[in-house]
T-cell receptor, first 118, second 109 residues
Framework: GAGVSQSPSNKVTEKGKDVELRCDPI?????LYWYRQSLGQGLEFLIY????????KSGLPSDRFSAERTGGSVSTLTIQRTQQEDSAVYLC????????????????FGSGTRLTVV | DAKTTQPPSMDCAEGRAANLPCNHS???????VYWYRQIHSQGPQYIIH???NNETNEMASLIITEDRKSSTLILPHATLRDTAVYYC??????????FGTGTRLKVLA
């Protein structure tokens, strides 16, 4: 597609439920990133996928969070047993290459999924 | 990871140049400076990046000091559509941007 597509755009869920957030990156982009942004805060790195390499999961805040990327394209971020502190905008981004300092440009971000846990 | 500091907010008159400063005093030799902006309810948008030379593209200019400890993003003729939060970030040496809370730029008519 022309841009990074995320779905759903908004999700309201009850505390304790599981949620899945989807990211469809730009075709041909090998690197995919998940960030989250709490209200009034900056962006917090969550996880990074590059090609067929093992993902860097070092930013995931707890073991309730997991992500996968199937076929080097679509990615799903799963949050189990959601808590109120998980409420945030979850942003996905993609780029042609991993190390940003060697790329010809930055990431392309999607519009995000606004998750509200009630 | 290098960190950046930016003023929390700035105002600029429409049509004038907006100069957004950023301090990154702990930047290391191979780290680039990147600028993004985030317009309300949208994902961040890449603007420009640089290593040590000044850079210009269709959106903005980036001026990096000789010691690389600070930089300035210049929007030469700000418009109302440039109202956004502007993030200055440096690469961590891998791929994890460390985003702060940015500068909220308000362009005034």
């Amino acid at each position: 597609g022309a841009g990074v597509s995320q779905s759903p755009s908004n999700k309201v869920t009850e505390k304790g439920k599981d949620v899945e957030l989807r990211c469809d990156p730009i075709s041909g982009h090998t690197a995919l990133y998940w960030y989250r942004q709490s209200l009034g805060q900056g962006l917090e790195f969550l996880i990074y996928f590059q090609g067929n390499s093992a993902p860097d999961k070092s930013g995931l805040p707890s073991d309730r969070f997991s992500a996968e990327r199937t076929g080097g394209s679509v990615s799903t971020l799963t949050i189990q047993r959601t808590q109120q502190e998980d409420s945030a905008v979850y942003l996905c981004a993609s780029s042609f290459t991993g190390p940003p300092y060697s790329s010809y440009g930055g990431y392309t971000f999607g519009s995000g999924t606004r998750l509200t846990v009630v | 990871d290098a960190k950046t500091t930016q003023p929390p907010s700035m105002d600029c008159a429409e049509g004038r140049a907006a100069n957004l400063p950023c301090n990154h005093s702990t930047i290391s030799g191979n780290e680039y400076v990147y600028w993004y902006r985030q317009i309300h309810s949208q994902g961040p948008q890449y603007i420009i990046h640089g290593l040590k030379n000044n850079e210009t593209n269709e959106m903005a200019s980036l001026i990096i000091t000789e010691d690389r400890k600070s930089s300035t993003l210049i929007l030469p003729h700000a418009t109302l559509r440039d109202t956004a939060v502007y993030y200055c970030t440096v690469t961590s040496g891998t791929y994890k941007y460390i985003f702060g809370t940015g500068t909220r730029l308000k362009v005034l008519a």
